[in-house]
């Protein structure tokens, strides 16, 4: 599962002054439980109506049923760095690590 890697490395992204949050179309209630069952010390954001899945292309339709796995490296201006369309959930906490230099 991607939030574990980003779970277990979180230190490391502490480190670079790097904040991760999750985000999905579960419920407040879903998401929590969740974060709970796996320890996550990072935010899941909730995108019920899937705006942000829209404007990220996580989506393709507000009804959508799931979200694509797609991450963003955004830098502190607000600009997109780096768009991971197609993530290895395994190897993906280490790129981004290793992109954040």
Avoid: W
């Avoid at 230190?11 to 579960?26: A, I, L």
């Avoid at 996550?40 to 019920?48: E, M």
């Avoid at 705006?51 to 830098?75: E, H």
Wanted: glycine letters at 8%; charged letters at 30%; hydrophobic letters at 40%.
């Amino acid at each position: 599962m991607e939030g574990k890697g980003f779970r277990d490395r979180i230190r490391e992204f502490d480190s670079k002054n790097t904040v991760v949050y999750g985000v999905s179309f579960d419920t407040v209630d879903e998401n929590r439980a969740f974060a709970e069952k796996f320890s996550f010390p990072f935010l899941l954001l909730c995108d019920t109506d899937r705006t942000i899945g829209l404007a990220y292309g996580a989506a393709d339709a507000p009804d959508a049923g799931y979200a694509k796995r797609i991450s963003y490296l955004i830098g502190p201006d607000g600009t997109i760095e780096r768009v991971y369309e197609s993530v290895d959930v395994n190897a993906h906490p280490a790129q981004v690590l290793a992109d954040i230099g």
